[in-house]
Structure formats: C-alpha cells, structure tokens
C-alpha cells in the first residue's frame, strides 16, 4: 500500500507525525534516516513504518516528504536520482514531493528528479504536534489541482494553512516561527525577574501578556489597533512602557531580526 513517506527524522518529522496521529490520520507513515536512534524513536512512539533503506522509502510514496536540512537536499535528491526509484515507466503517475527546507526554492527541486516527483513547499510550524501549527504551501505549476488539495488537506490535518507566493515565502518563514513567542516570553519573564518578581510569577505574568491578549484578539473581533489604544491609556504604565520600549529600538530590532532570518533562506537558496 502506498505511504506518506518522510526523508529525515529529525524536529519537524516528529511534530508532524504527532499531529497527524491526533487528527486520527490512518494512512502507512513511512521513516527513513541515516540515524537508526531517530527512526527506533519514531517507530516506538508513532508506530511508524521504518524503511530498510532510501529506495524502498521513495518506491512506497504517494506523498514524499523532503525533511532534512537545507544543506542536505541536493546530496539528498541526487542519491534519489541514481538510486533509480522515481522511473516514471515504473509508475502511473508521479508522485507529490514535498519539501520543508527552508530557502530551496521550486526551481531547484523539480528538475533534480525529472518527471517522477511533482513539487510543493511547506513551511509547518513544531506546534503541529498539538493540531495547531500554522503552515505555508506554495506549489510547483505542473501540480494538479487535485494534487494541490492532497497536499493542503494533509497539513490541514495538523492546524490553518496558507497558500502564499514562493516569493514570499523566506518573510513567512522568518515571522511566524514560535521561537519569536518563546524569546519575547523569556525577555519578558527575565526582566519581571529583575523588577522583583519570583520566577514562576514572572512566568505566568508574561504568558498571560501573550497568550491571553492574543487568545482575545482573535476572539473579539476588534482590530489590533483598537485593543493597542485600549490597552495603553495615555498617563498610565502600559503606556509609559511601551514608548520606552519603542524608543530603546524594540521595532528596530524585530525587523533586523526578520531581515537576518531572509538572508539565512537566500543564502541556503544558493547551496
């Protein structure tokens, strides 16, 4: 029976499969790593298939999922190439190649397998693993529309999903990381620590300012302009920490931060 077939068991492999279990999804899961510890992790927790060797793997795929890093999908996909298994005379027809690598763009990925793997990119968020990662898709021309739903309906699985641009793709890809969460929640946390707060208090006081303020956002209806004059009352603390905040180079720093994060992808976009 034919597979989702992931290449690589690493973070994202992990969060992915966790989520589509949670949603129930029944379809053969099928592993293959260069590292046996991932891929006995995977088996053992997500009672997934662990494939013998690269061959086998892409030879059960419907759906083929690109899960290495950046630096490691050319080797990746030239081995793929020599080792003989996307032959379209061997196959009705290709199969939907998926690639999670940040910065490779389209263009690279469909010539490197010639007309055996038709190609989308999709960039998933690790907070799949709870059914509510955020992900991108953007497809190759040459995929069908039906093609385009099988892919769109398989990260559907696992939260919202986003059908953008490739050209816009190395922005997304910089903004909607959960680490922007998890920094702003240890800043915050930090400096509640060191205006008196115990730790645990400085925790809960920092998570309610993003959770909850975001949890009420999208939840009033209100635009966020409307709840930002709300919340900070001209005279009064949130006020006075926000503009200081603002003249320190807080805005300045998260566009240098989002800029650096582009620059990665189109440096890796060169690999």
Not at 63 to 89: F, K, N, W
Not at 209 to 238: M, N, V
Request: positive net charge; glycine residues 10%; proline residues 4%.
């Amino acid at each position: 029976m034919k597979a989702t077939v992931f290449l690589g068991g690493g973070r994202i492999t992990g969060a992915l499969i966790a989520g589509l279990r949670l949603a129930g999804y029944s379809r053969p899961i099928v592993v293959h790593d260069r590292n046996p510890g991932k891929v006995r992790a995977l088996r053992r927790e997500f009672r997934v298939e662990v494939a013998r060797d690269l061959k086998s793997a892409v030879e059960r795929a419907e759906i083929l999922i690109v899960a290495v890093r950046p630096a490691s999908v050319a080797e990746l996909l030239d081995e793929i190439g020599r080792c003989g298994a996307v032959s379209r005379s061997r196959f009705d027809r290709a199969r939907i190649g998926i690639s999670l690598a940040a910065g490779i763009p389209l263009k690279k990925l469909g010539p490197a397998l010639g007309g055996g793997v038709r190609w989308a990119r999709a960039m998933p968020s690790p907070v799949c693993r709870i059914g509510h990662g955020l992900t991108a898709v953007t497809y190759e021309r040459k995929l069908s529309g039906a093609e385009r739903g099988r892919v769109r309906e398989l990260f559907e699985l696992v939260g919202p999903v986003l059908e953008i641009p490739e050209r816009r793709f190395d922005a997304f890809n910089s903004a909607y990381s959960p680490s922007h969460g998890y920094h702003a929640l240890a800043t915050l946390a930090r400096a509640a620590e060191d205006a008196g707060l115990d730790r645990k208090t400085a925790l809960t006081a920092g998570a309610h300012a993003f959770a909850e303020a975001i949890l009420y956002w999208r939840e009033s209806g209100q635009t966020l302009a409307d709840l930002l004059q709300e919340s900070a009352t001209p005279g009064g603390t949130s006020a006075a920490t926000m503009e200081a905040m603002k003249k320190l180079g807080y805005e300045k720093t998260v566009a240098a931060g989002l800029r650096a994060g582009i620059r990665r992808a189109r440096l890796n976009a060169k690999l």
